[in-house]
T-cell receptor, first 114, second 117 residues
């Protein structure tokens, strides 16, 4: 196990609702990245937080937003949920934001939008 | 832009036989390459990475990967497969661009490995 935890494990929402997913990074890690993994696909990068600042963003609309807290845990917020938001959401922590730093993944949150 | 391709959706191998899961990449500049494994209803587990140096990289659980710059490949290998190796394997490349994309991983679509007894 990596020491990266995510909550909740599963979540069911309806279209238009808002959701918050949580991630606790591995001890000593200051960088958290979020990915969306749709069924049958590889993970797609949403954004990264480094020392409480957004440090990079993928091709996701602004209704996907995040936070990182002083203890380096992180939240992913999704507003106005759409059916296509149904996916496994993965967070990954790394020691630093450097390009060679390994990202260690949590178990994921399975979001179903009805 | 960075990208990886995993040309095989599925690989089937008998226990005890060697296994290879293929990955090719497209990057600008020197590549930073990773392999992850995903078991059902689990997150991704890091197996190994290539940053620089020896083209043969050794990782967790007896896996290794061979970096081939001329063929732009980074194939995952194991000399003797186990039934417990059955899982979904992802190859990924790190973005080396500037600004907002630095640090992101680009993943392939994954290869389902099945090892039968």
């Amino acid at each position: 196990e990596t020491g990266v935890t995510q909550s909740p494990t599963h979540l069911i929402k309806t279209r238009g609702q808002q959701v918050t997913l949580r991630c606790s990074s591995q001890s000593g890690h200051n960088t958290v990245s979020w990915y969306q993994q749709a069924l049958g696909q590889g993970p797609q990068f949403i954004f990264q937080y480094y020392r409480e600042e957004e440090n990079g963003r993928g091709n996701f609309p602004p209704r996907f937003s995040g936070l990182q807290f002083p203890n380096y845990s992180s939240e992913l917020n999704v507003n106005a949920l759409e059916l296509d938001d149904s996916a496994l959401y993965l967070c990954a922590s790394s020691l630093d934001s450097g390009i060679t730093d390994t990202q260690y993944f949590g178990p994921g949150t399975r979001l179903t939008v009805l | 832009a960075q990208s990886v391709a995993q040309p095989e959706d599925q690989v089937n191998v008998a226990e005890g036989n060697p296994l290879t899961v293929k990955c090719t990449y497209s990057v600008s500049g020197n590549p930073y390459l990773f392999w992850y494994v995903q078991y059902p209803n689990r997150g991704l587990q890091f197996l190994l990475k290539y940053i620089t140096g020896d083209n043969l990289v050794k990782g967790s659980y007896g896996f290794e990967a061979e970096f081939n710059k001329s063929q732009t490949s980074f194939h995952l290998k194991k000399p003797s497969a186990l039934v417990s190796d059955s899982a979904l394997y992802f190859c990924a490349v790190r973005d080396r661009g500037r600004g907002s994309t630095l640090g992101r991983l680009y993943f392939g679509r994954g290869t389902q490995l099945t090892v039968w007894p």
